[in-house]
C-alpha cells in the first residue's frame, strides 16, 4: 500500500476517473480527463507502481529522445491528482490510467485503499462503448450505480449490458463496496467513426458528470471541437452513398425509439445548466 504522507487535507472530495483501452472508444473518457488536468492546472498525488500491474510487453513504455539521446522513458501507470475548481469549496480527485494488464483485484484494492484515505465519499467513473447510435443525434449517456437510489436521485439512464466487463466494472463494484457512491457513465461512440478523439462524445460525458457533482465543468473549446468534428464527419457520410444511406436509418430508428418525456427530460437538463453557468458567470 502506498503511504500518503505530507499531502495536503482534501475538502468533500469527489473522485472522476477513466482509463485508456477497453472501456474507452473514439478516446472519449481518457480525453475528459485529459482535458480536466489542463483545465483545472491538477497537481499530482500519487502514482502506482506499474511493476505490479502491466505487462510491458503487451502495454509498452515509451522513450523520448534528444539529439538522438534518450532523454526519458515514461511508463504505463495509473495517476491521481487533485485539483480546486474555480469557484468551488470542495476538492476534485482525478485518476488517469491504463486498464492494467493483471492483478485487477490488487489493483482496485489499492485504488479504494487511496481513496479512503483521502476521504473520497463520492466517485463517478467514465467510460465508452462502440454502439449504433448516428453521429447527428445527441450522444446517448446511460449509467451504472452502486446503489438502486443514486438512479432515481440523478435521474439516470441505466445501462442494461451483461457480459465481460472492463477495470471500470470492476473498480465501481470494489468502490461501492467500500462504502463508496459510485455512478459509472458511458458514452455512445458510432461504430462506424470510432477512430479518437471524438470531442462530442468527451462534451457529452462532462456535461453529465457536471449535473452530478453540480460542479461547472471547463469546457472551454470542446463544443466548438464537437461541432466542427460532426461537419467533419457529415462530410464524409456525403461521400459514400451506403454510408450516408445507413445513418438515415440510424436516424430514422433513433427518433422512432425516442419517447417525448426523454425529451423533455433532455431540454430540462440542459436549461438548468444553462441556469447555473449563467449564474457562476454573474458572480464572477
Not at 492483478?103 to 465508452?128: D, H, N, Y
Not at 451483461?162 to 463508496?180: C, K, R
Not at 458511458?186 to 456535461?207: D, F, I, M
Amino acid at each position: 500500500m502506498i503511504e500518503l504522507e505530507g499531502l495536503p487535507e482534501l475538502v468533500d472530495p469527489v473522485l472522476i476517473a477513466a482509463f485508456e483501452g477497453w472501456n474507452d472508444a473514439g478516446e472519449a473518457s481518457s480525453g475528459a480527463l485529459t482535458h480536466l488536468e489542463a483545465e483545472w492546472k491538477a497537481t499530482p498525488l500519487v502514482e502506482l507502481d506499474p511493476e505490479d500491474y502491466y505487462d510491458f510487453q503487451v502495454t509498452r513504455p515509451v522513450v523520448e529522445l534528444g539529439d538522438g539521446i534518450t532523454r526519458s522513458i515514461s511508463w504505463p501507470t495509473t495517476r491521481l491528482l487533485v485539483a480546486r475548481p474555480p469557484g468551488s469549496e470542495r476538492d476534485i480527485v482525478l485518476l488517469r490510467g491504463i486498464e492494467p494488464n493483471m492483478r485487477w483485484r490488487t489493483f482496485c484494492s489499492e485504488i479504494v485503499g487511496i481513496c479512503l484515505e483521502l476521504g473520497v465519499e463520492k466517485a463517478v467513473l467514465l467510460g465508452a462503448l462502440l454502439n449504433d447510435s448516428p453521429h447527428t443525434r445527441p450522444v446517448p449517456i446511460v449509467g451504472a450505480v452502486s446503489d438502486p437510489g443514486l438512479a432515481r436521485t440523478h435521474n439516470l439512464e441505466l445501462t442494461r449490458y451483461e457480459g465481460p466487463t472492463g477495470i471500470v466494472g470492476v473498480l465501481q463494484h470494489s468502490l461501492g463496496a467500500a462504502g463508496v457512491e459510485t455512478v459509472s457513465l458511458w458514452a455512445s461512440v458510432p461504430h462506424y467513426v470510432a477512430q479518437p478523439p471524438n470531442p462530442k462524445a468527451t462534451l457529452a460525458l462532462l456535461q453529465r458528470v457536471e449535473d452530478l457533482i453540480g460542479i461547472q465543468m471547463p469546457l472551454g473549446e470542446l463544443p466548438e471541437e464537437a461541432r466542427a468534428w460532426e461537419h467533419g464527419v457529415d462530410e464524409l457520410a456525403a461521400q459514400d452513398s451506403e454510408v450516408a444511406e445507413y445513418v438515415r436509418e440510424l436516424e430514422e430508428r433513433k427518433d422512432a425509439a425516442e419517447l417525448p418525456e426523454a425529451s423533455g427530460d433532455a431540454i430540462a437538463a440542459e436549461f438548468e445548466r444553462y441556469l447555473r453557468r449563467r449564474d457562476h458567470d454573474g458572480d464572477n
